[in-house]
């Protein structure tokens, strides 16, 4: 006797030592001579024998299914892997193997997260934990993979719970194909079919990239971290290059477009090679990108100042300057540069293009074919003007503009004889601002003929109120500037009688001061709007006389009666003590010749004694400059009348 207890009468069936399937459990049917003694006791009658047929049955088809699953998942094409809670691989197929590049047999008992590299970031390692444990029904992501013969594979690694087991099942499809194929598509996506350069999308998102990456090595620096950020290439400021080829759209309009379109892929080999070749870049090059059109761009990461965006600026003009020769056609053509080059914190890509933008136009502006750097007091001014642009029609409306008078004194006795009318704007921003500083954009945008018009009348208004307080003095005449856009856009002719039959004003009380580029080229409305203010009494005169045409033939024709001389002549007279003759016989011959015409002159821009004693000897009527008065309010105008003569 052994002591061991006796076994039972039938022989219980070891599991099987390959694998399960793994979507299938084994649950191993009991014995008939269990099935005999569940119900208390042995059965001979023929259900007990029809039974124990059916169990038989069944599981000869359990084991029948378990090898076809087993099979295929053995010949599966797709990689697969069975993996237990604790993420040891159980059993893998052929495909697995092969993929990876070893046997099945050697991959048992290995960790699987090992295998397709799940535990590079902590995101990934999570969520496939969170799958072993049951937590989660699903996990995919994508993983580059590296083959045992040094070649590379992009994989879409698949975990999900086997139903019915504690156990995941892992998968793995090659994409290295997709991947090539959207990587192709993204390329095409990206680039310009023309230029194969960049296009504008990837532009922005290599600038957007380079703006992010240049804060974080300026944010370094700032931590005390200059020499790493130096001994990796940082130096956390930005560049920009903005072309525009100067004259395209003729190359196109003649030559067509083919021939256009060799151009822009010849400019842009160019454009590669100098950014390639530049001798400040650590990285050997950098990114040249088609913006549109006929726009390139240059991006400069990690640029080492100004003078590095200046240097590249010169060797783009220089490269294009070359002809260019395009199957038979000899072509040159030059380019436009802004450069704008400053640190990447705090820069952002929509304010570093505006600079950009802003900056190829002011190249454009000074001459084309030359580069220019961004200045900040230059932009500075530019978004003056636009803010001055955008308030400057509601400022009439809502009374910010007064008028200063500067008198017109006569040479010969020294006696006011007229007012220069002369708007200033109270701008609660930027205080009060001459006209220089905003009659430009008036005229640019149109709301100088309002702006004209209400100076007309509050120029007219306030003569005619000098003259009725001084009934026994000689009346003063106002001169009024007036734009030649206000005889253009508006009826000028009109706008004047009916605010000197509203004031009460003479007509002869009252100057138009028109600029000499402006009447000179008069014809058709203008000469005929000219003739009748003329009709109606109103003096003309020719502001800023000598500095525009000086096409004297138009005088005889014009209705003008006045002269302005520019101060430019005047101000030759400044040196008494080595006068030159030639600018003396010039305005006496001015004077001269005015006077045959009947014309009346008066000198700008009076600053001196000697100045108004020279201009009185050669016959000059009348004077206006700092000598007698600067431009001022109506009151102190007031105070002038019929006093003893200013100095002269």
């Known amino acids: 006797m052994s002591g061991t207890p006796e076994q039972p009468a039938h022989t219980e069936r070891s599991p099987a030592r390959e694998p399960t399937h793994p979507t299938t ?11 005999s003694r569940a119900d208390g006791g042995p059965r001979t009658d023929g259900a007990h024998l029809a039974e124990s047929e059916h169990h038989t049955s069944g599981e000869r088809r359990s084991e029948a299914g378990l090898r076809d699953y087993r099979a295929a998942f053995r010949a599966a094409q797709l990689a697969m892997a069975v993996v237990g809670r604790d993420g040891l691989v159980i059993s893998a ?12 047999r ?3 008992e290995r960790a699987a997260a090992d295998l397709v590299d799940l535990a590079s970031d902590g995101r990934t390692w999570h969520a496939y934990h969170e799958v072993l444990r049951g937590r989660r029904s699903r996990f995919r992501c994508t993983r580059r993979l590296k083959h045992p013969d040094g070649r590379s594979l992009w994989a879409e690694v698949t975990i999900s719970p086997v139903p019915g087991s504690r156990r995941v099942l892992l998968s793995i499809a090659d994409i290295s194909d997709r991947r090539e194929l959207q990587a192709r598509l993204r390329h095409l996506q990206m680039h310009d079919p023309v230029t194969r350069l960049p296009n504008r999308t990837l532009f922005f998102e290599r600038l957007s990239a380079a703006l992010e990456a240049g804060s974080q090595e300026d944010r370094a620096v700032d931590r005390g971290s200059s020499y790493e950020s130096y001994r990796h290439g940082g130096t956390g400021r930005i560049g920009l290059c903005y072309l525009d080829l100067d004259g395209f759209k003729a190359v196109n309009d003649t030559l067509g477009h083919r021939v256009g379109d060799r151009l822009l892929a010849a400019v842009a080999a160019r454009l590669t090679e100098c950014a390639d070749n530049d001798g400040y870049s650590r990285s050997g090059g950098h990114l040249v990108a088609r913006l549109g059109g006929d726009e390139f761009a240059i991006l400069v990461e990690d640029s080492a100042g100004t003078e590095h965006l200046a240097d590249l600026a010169r060797s783009v003009l220089t490269a294009l300057q070359q002809p260019f020769d395009l199957a038979g056609q000899r072509l040159s053509v030059s380019a436009s540069i802004g450069v704008v080059e400053r640190t990447a914190r705090g820069t952002t890509a929509t304010g570093l293009m ?38 400057l029609r509601p400022a009439v409306e809502r009374g910010e503009f007064a008028l200063e008078y500067q008198p017109l004194v006569g040479l010969a006795d020294g006696a006011v004889r007229g007012v220069e009318a002369l708007v200033r704007w109270n701008h609660p921003q930027f205080g009060s601002l001459p006209p220089n500083r905003f009659i430009g954009i008036a005229e640019e945008d149109g709301s100088i003929v309002e702006l004209g018009r209400w100076v007309l009348r509050t120029a007219c208004r306030q003569a005619r109120r000098w003259q009725q307080d001084h009934p026994r003095q000689r009346p003063l005449f106002v001169s009024v500037n007036v734009a030649v856009r206000q005889v253009w856009d508006s009826d000028l002719v009109a706008d004047v009688a009916g605010i ?15 600029t000499e580029s402006a009447v000179m080229g008069s014809a058709g409305r203008p000469l005929q709007a000219l003739q009748a203010l003329s009709d109606m009494g109103v003096q003309i005169a020719i502001d800023d006389f000598g500095t ?12 003008v009666s006045a002269l302005k001389l520019d101060g430019s002549f005047v101000r030759g007279f ?5 006068p030159n003759p030639a600018d003396e016989l010039i305005v006496e011959a001015l004077v001269q010749l005015a006077h045959r015409l009947g014309l009346t002159v008066t000198a700008e821009c009076v600053e001196t004694s000697g100045q108004a004693t020279r201009l009185r000897r050669i016959g000059c009527d009348t004077g206006q400059g700092w000598l007698y008065s600067r431009a001022v309010a109506p009151d102190r105008i007031a105070e002038l009348i019929g006093v003893a003569p200013l100095p002269a």
């Open 93 to 104: 197929n052929d495909a697995f193997g092969s993929l990876l590049g070893t046997e099945p």
């Open 354 to 391: 505006q600079a950009a933008d802003t900056t190829l136009y002011w190249a454009k502006a000074d001459g084309k074919a030359r580069w220019t750097l961004f200045d900040p007091e230059r932009n500075a001014h530019r978004m003056t003007r636009q803010a001055l642009g955008s308030t």
């Open 574 to 578: 400044q040196d008494e003590a080595h």
């Open 25 to 35: 459990e084994r649950h191993p049917h009991p014995s008939v001579s269990e099935a």
């Open 500 to 514: 000197l039959a509203e004031t009460g004003l003479p007509p002869h009380l009252l100057q138009l001061e028109l």
């Open 548 to 559: 525009g045409y000086s096409n004297l033939a138009y005088l005889s024709r014009l209705p």
């Open 106 to 108: 050697a991959l048992r």
